[in-house]
């Protein structure tokens, strides 16, 4: 998958913050040397925020987000601003944008102090020094009254355009080796079985993105991976002539794979594997004892990070709702949100059900985790759901021990 093909789940997300007409847009374009953000001299061009995909050399693939204008005025100035201070929960690197011009303002420091609250990498900007020059003990006022390191520039001639390119990447978030996917779970040389049902929900001529995503990934580690579909992986086992280091199943063909595969081979699934990827393995592990917990009227918030047709047997609007509703014997109310929308209040669910969070980057997923620890709310995904309610959870997180330790902690505490 080449650059421009990265999924901007997968991408550093880059965002401009600042007050109206400070120059967002056109630090935008002058950073990727492209007119791809519109500029004006009217204030409040930029309105909802926009994202664009590039590349920025040497750190790669990234999105840049252009925000509305932190002083935006009046009811709707103000939701958009609720929507700039909502991108914070999925940015890597926030840039903070000075109007030389105009200086400081209350908006600025307003959103340092968010930035910094989040412990998210953070770089100013003091723009339009073409109109406003500023020399260095300037720029040291500027970076003791907000406590941020800045650097001049000016988005119309370029001036340090170059420098400000330098900061970014110096403080450019490296996880690759920390977050892989499955490379850490197999070496050279070792066979991995994927089996990948054909699902109806599944474009057609193409794989759905996280079985694209592994199978790149298992190939950067020089092993070997074989694809089969759930009614041949007996087939697939019995001529392969060499035990596999592991197989990964889609989570709703869990009972036929586990069936298939003998006990001494790992198995795990594609939804599990990005729960770890993109979130918190052991939390969400947590939040599956809590199913049996849940009692008649309690409401359960499902949510999806992406938006698909609804298919007839769609998982969750129908799989799921009765997967619970037979495990517990209870009558329940379940709730839905999709996309980039996520509740800010959670206390009136008992449970939180998420997608594998494929369509997000790990920043946005970790927050909305941490959204429901820091609310009491359970949380657990798709997959790791499927397995609780189908007796294999155990097994399926085997591969990794610390989180199955953490499971046996809590099955012994809860009474089994």
């Given at each position: 998958m080449?650059?421009?093909?990265?999924?901007?789940?997968?991408?550093?997300?880059?965002?401009?913050?600042?007050?109206?007409?400070?120059?967002?847009?056109?630090?935008?374009?002058?950073?990727?040397?492209?007119?791809?953000a519109i500029v004006s001299d009217v204030k409040g061009t930029t309105t909802d925020p926009v994202y664009k995909t590039m590349e920025l050399l040497p750190v790669g693939p990234v999105v840049f987000i252009d925000t509305a204008g932190l002083d935006d005025e009046g009811e709707l100035g103000q939701l958009r601003k609720e929507k700039s201070f909502e991108v914070l929960n999925k940015t890597d690197i926030a840039l903070i944008l000075i109007d030389a011009t105009i200086g400081i303002?209350?908006?600025?420091?307003?959103?340092?102090?968010?930035?910094?609250?989040?412990?998210?990498?953070?770089?100013g900007i003091l723009n339009k020094i073409d109109l406003q020059s500023a020399d260095k003990e300037e720029l040291q006022v500027l970076e003791t009254s907000l406590g941020i390191p800045f650097i001049s520039v000016s988005a119309s001639t370029g001036e340090n355009i170059s420098l400000l390119k330098k900061a970014i990447i110096k403080i450019a978030p490296n996880e690759e080796d920390k977050f892989k996917i499955v490379g850490d779970?197999?070496?050279?040389?070792?066979?991995?079985?994927?089996?990948?049902?054909?699902?109806?929900?599944?474009?057609?001529?193409?794989?759905?993105?996280?079985?694209?995503?592994?199978?790149?990934?298992?190939?950067?580690?020089?092993?070997i991976t074989i694809v089969t579909k759930e009614y041949e992986l007996r087939d697939t086992l019995e001529n392969l002539g060499k035990k596999p280091a592991l197989v990964i199943t889609d989570s709703q063909a869990f009972l036929k794979v586990a069936a298939d595969t003998p006990k001494d081979?790992?198995?795990?699934?594609?939804?599990?594997?990005?729960?770890?990827?993109?979130?918190?393995?052991?939390?969400?592990?947590?939040?599956?004892?809590?199913i049996e917990t849940l009692q008649n009227g309690d409401s359960i918030l499902v949510a999806e990070a992406c938006t698909h047709h609804q298919q007839a047997d769609d998982i969750a609007h129908v799989k799921i709702p009765r997967w619970i509703r037979q495990l517990t014997g209870k009558n329940l109310n379940f709730e839905y949100c999709a996309?980039?929308?996520?509740?800010?209040?959670?206390?009136?669910?008992?449970?939180?059900?998420?997608?594998?969070?494929?369509?997000?980057?790990?920043?946005a997923m970790v927050y909305r985790i941490s959204q429901a620890v820091e609310a009491g709310i359970?949380?657990?995904?798709?997959?790791?759901?499927?397995?609780?309610v189908q007796g294999i959870l155990e097994r399926v997180i085997s591969p990794f021990p610390q989180v199955k330790m953490l499971w046996e902690e809590n099955e012994s505490v809860m009474g089994g």
């Open positions: 080449s650059m421009n093909q990265t999924p901007r789940s997968n991408r550093i997300h880059i965002a401009l913050f600042g007050n109206r007409n400070a120059g967002k847009s056109s630090i935008i374009n002058a950073l990727t040397g492209q007119n791809i303002t209350s908006y600025d420091k307003e959103i340092v102090k968010l930035v910094k609250s989040k412990e998210i990498p953070i770089q779970l197999v070496s050279s040389g070792d066979f991995v079985i994927l089996v990948i049902p054909i699902d109806k929900a599944a474009p057609k001529g193409r794989l759905i993105l996280p079985q694209q995503q592994t199978i790149r990934d298992i190939l950067e580690c020089d092993a081979i790992p198995l795990t699934s594609f939804s599990i594997l990005f729960a770890r990827h993109k979130g918190d393995l052991a939390e969400l592990v947590k939040g599956a004892k809590s996309g980039t929308q996520f509740p800010r209040d959670l206390q009136k669910y008992k449970l939180i059900i998420h997608c594998g969070g494929c369509m997000l980057n790990r920043r359970p949380i657990v995904n798709y997959g790791v759901l499927i397995a609780h």
